[in-house]
């Protein structure tokens, strides 16, 4: 195992051991013991009391965070030439269709998010083997397969997100960075929260939210009472 980093210490020294923080005390103490010299994304990591095996168990959803999460998102908008400069206005990145098929087949994905078109998907499915396994194929679900064009692009630019419970029932986002204030967080966090409160299966028994954890990159995670997050 390796040793810790004199930062990785004093972090660690920071937080009470087998304690579960309030979210109001979490958002607090995760400024406290990020030291990175950069300005470091705030994550929330919830471990869910649901079988993503079975699919009426399946959580998966979009929430517009209150304050973004300070990330910046290159959107690619895949759409006809009448909605170009709908998606151009809104803050699209890169507006177009067949040349970035053709770029994508190439392998170029140095992109985010890419939002398009219900009549444009038989396009896209061929991308599926590049896009998939990346996380960029559009999804009607996640809204990211649209008419509303403009509104997609600007909901993403403002800080909608999709997330998706993993293989072992736990859920994680990006809710933010350290140099928000202690109350965006906590409002940032309290809307996820909140979503996934909404979108809890009825065929899920017993305790729903099982832990809630909140970290910076590279810091320790802080447990957190998931009672303390008001609806």
């Known amino acids: 195992m390796s040793k810790l980093t004199k930062n990785?210490?004093?972090?660690?020294?920071?937080?009470?051991?087998?304690?579960?923080?309030?979210?109001?005390?979490?958002?607090?103490?995760?400024?406290?013991?990020?030291?990175?010299?950069?300005?470091?994304?705030?994550?929330?990591?919830?471990?869910?009391?649901?079988?993503?095996?079975?699919?009426?168990?399946?959580?998966?959803?979009?929430?517009s965070l209150p304050h973004g999460t300070g990330k910046v998102i290159r959107v690619l908008a895949l759409c006809t030439p009448d909605k170009e400069a709908e998606a151009s206005a809104a803050g699209a990145d890169y507006v177009g269709l067949d040349e970035y098929v053709d770029k994508i087949?190439?392998?170029?994905?140095?992109?985010?998010?890419?939002?398009?078109?219900?009549?444009?998907?038989?396009?896209?499915?061929?991308?599926?083997?590049i896009l998939g396994p990346r996380g960029l194929m559009p999804n009607p679900k996640s809204g990211t397969v649209t008419n509303d064009i403009g509104k997609a692009v600007q909901e993403v630019k403002q800080g909608k997100i999709d997330f998706k419970v993993d293989k072992t029932g736990i859920v994680h986002s990006s809710v933010g960075k350290v140099s928000f204030t202690a109350d965006k967080i906590y409002e940032n966090v309290r809307e996820f929260i909140s979503t996934l409160n909404k979108l809890k299966p009825t065929a899920a028994k017993g305790t729903y939210m099982k832990s809630v954890y909140l970290s910076s990159t590279m810091s320790p995670g802080i447990k957190i009472d998931p009672k303390s997050i008001e609806d």
């Open 8 to 63: 990785q210490k004093l972090a660690s020294g920071k937080i009470e051991s087998g304690k579960a923080y309030t979210l109001k005390e979490a958002t607090v103490l995760v400024k406290d013991i990020t030291l990175a010299k950069f300005d470091a994304s705030v994550d929330v990591d919830v471990r869910l009391g649901v079988d993503p095996r079975k699919s009426n168990q399946m959580v998966r959803g979009v929430v």
């Open 105 to 129: 087949k190439g392998g170029w994905t140095d992109i985010d998010i890419i939002i398009t078109m219900p009549s444009i998907m038989g396009k896209i499915g061929a991308l599926g083997r």
